[in-house]
T-cell receptor, first 113, second 112 residues
């Protein structure tokens, strides 16, 4: 079964509005990461939050992590048309290999003018 | 920007052909990965490598094989392509396990 599930599956907002995406996971993690994927391209790493952190900021991005609820959220403030993309969370698990990432199902964000 | 390259970007080929998808990175990363992604869907890890001469199968079973003879190069091979192999294949690398991965732009493979 997949480690990460995201909601909503799709989100359409207007430029200037905030976008919030949520990610839930099932097992203990070492860290959680968010990636963006533009259509037809590879993934681009946005932000990493460790299991002992609760909140992290990077520019217009704000990520929270609640390990008791096994959930994370990504907030994009003052969205722009260029933010249109799919956003994936990925968890790095506390296993012997501790190396593999498991990706969520993704949220498709559409930002309109 | 990450320096990881995949070729070809698009490949349409007939059933039964042998295919090699190329992936190269210039960052000196030890860890490299191959993912399979159907349109609009999540990524599934099919192969990974922790260094030269080290390869492991991922979470999703795949008929493809990989090799890691050089640090910078991690090609994926399908000996006999089938329509069920039609998908996008993404290559990635990272400095160490669990750390941010850098992705190539992928190869979109279509088997007729």
């Amino acid at each position: 079964s997949q480690q990460g599930e995201e909601d909503p599956q799709a989100l359409s907002i207007q430029e200037g509005e905030n976008a919030t995406m949520n990610c839930s996971y099932k097992t203990s993690i070492n860290n959680l990461q968010w990636y963006r994927q533009n259509s037809g391209r590879g993934l681009v790493h946005l932000i990493l939050i460790r299991s002992n952190e609760r909140e992290k900021h990077s520019g217009r991005l704000r990520v929270t992590l609640d390990t008791s609820k096994k959930s994370s959220s990504l907030l994009i403030t003052a969205s722009r048309a260029a933010d249109t993309a799919s956003y994936f969370c990925a968890t790095a698990r506390n296993t012997g290999t501790a190396s593999k990432l498991t990706f969520g199902t993704g949220t498709r964000l559409q930002v309109t003018l | 920007e990450a320096d990881i390259y995949q070729t070809p970007r698009y490949l349409v080929i007939g059933t039964g052909k042998k295919i090699t998808l190329e992936c190269s990175q210039t960052m000196g990363h030890d860890k490299m990965y191959w993912y399979q992604q159907d349109p609009g869907m999540e990524l599934h890890l099919i192969h990974y490598s922790y260094g030269v001469n080290s390869t492991e199968k991922g979470d999703l079973s795949s008929e493809s094989t990989v090799s890691r003879i050089r640090t910078e190069h991690f090609p994926l091979t399908l000996e006999s392509a089938r329509p069920s192999h039609t998908s996008q294949y993404l290559c990635a690398s990272s400095e160490s396990g669990g750390q941010p991965q850098h992705f190539g732009d992928g190869t979109r493979l279509s088997i007729l």
